[in-house]
């Protein structure tokens, strides 16, 4: 496998040094898919008895216990002097859920610089065959860098040819990586891809995530923070996979970073590790592409464990 990830990586940078034809990007993306294969069927397996739990999700009754009192039997409970007690509803009526699921990929020259196109690409076309195997919902893929660009929108089926076409679009030639302008646009764009649902109802069955494919490195913490607060708060999960091609030295697991804080009203240099002001409550460190399955399908698991205990 390591052999052939090499020399996929060669014809990869060999392809975007030359005049990037769109036959040739539908081959390498293929191989992509060939190279995923049975991590992208192990994380669909995964992701397969995470989701489907979450389908009872509606309450129906009658039982003796259950989580809710059913108020219309309460007056025929009193009036049968409380023998009539099978007044409490359950979780066990089926709903149909469905699921947007927002893939956004760093196309910035960092990703270039650090070795990190190869584990991108890698990534996304697991998670998109993994996804698109389970048949999860509505698949999208934008770009960011200095700007943010929708490569494939909700509305149109995720394919090999949509792969390709994607792998087509991506530059990794922009100089910045501004993650704050992503969060406010993807956030724009998820909660119109919400409001086209008709009905209340089904605006509350829809499910959101959004995952993020970054060396990690963002500015503007406090304010990312509170962008991602935004986005729980609008039913909108962000994961944010780090890949970290770098030498353990320069990882970053080993990086810092350097702060002024004032103590009794003077300034002092404080150092810190820079993960641990990191504005993303889910997040993984990816350098090794096999154990993404699991990594991510446990995060996943953590979260919809959590759902599913508010709803």
């Known amino acids: 496998m390591n052999s052939l990830r090499q020399k996929l990586e060669i014809k990869l940078s060999e392809w975007r040094q030359s005049n990037r034809d769109i036959t040739k990007a539908r081959e390498l993306w293929r191989k992509y898919e060939n190279l995923t294969y049975d991590l992208a069927n192990s994380l669909c397996e995964q992701l397969r008895l995470i989701l489907e739990p979450t389908l009872a999700t509606k309450l129906k009754g009658d039982y003796r216990t259950g989580k809710r009192l059913n108020m219309k039997k309460i007056i025929p409970y009193i009036a049968s002097n409380f023998k009539k007690d099978k007044i409490w509803l359950r979780r066990t009526k089926l709903s149909k859920r469905q699921y947007q699921v927002m893939i956004a990929v760093d196309d910035s020259k960092s990703m270039s610089e650090t070795h990190s196109i190869q584990l991108a690409y890698e990534t996304l076309a697991l998670i998109s065959k993994a996804l698109s195997q389970l048949e999860v919902g509505d698949i999208s893929i934008v770009s960011f860098g200095e700007r943010v660009q929708l490569l494939h929108p909700f509305d149109q089926p995720f394919s090999s040819e949509a792969g390709a076409q ?37 605006r509350k069955e829809l499910w959101q995530l959004q995952l993020i494919i970054s060396d990690g490195v963002c500015e503007d913490h406090d304010i990312l923070r509170s962008l991602v607060r935004k986005a729980t708060e609008a039913q909108i999960m962000v994961v944010f996979i780090i890949v970290d091609k770098k030498s353990e030295k320069d990882s970053i697991m080993s990086m810092n970073q350097v702060k002024y804080k004032s103590v009794d009203g003077r300034m002092t240099l404080n150092m810190e590790r820079y993960l641990n002001t990191f504005p993303f409550e889910y997040y993984v460190v990816l350098r090794d592409i096999n154990a993404l399955p699991e990594i991510l399908a446990d995060t996943l698991r953590q979260y919809f464990s959590i759902i599913s205990q508010n709803i």
């Open 166 to 202: 994607v792998l087509h679009q991506f530059t990794f030639e922009q100089n910045k990586t501004y993650v704050r302008s992503l969060m406010e646009t993807s956030i724009e764009l998820l909660e119109h891809a919400r409001g086209k649902y008709n009905g209340l109802s089904q």
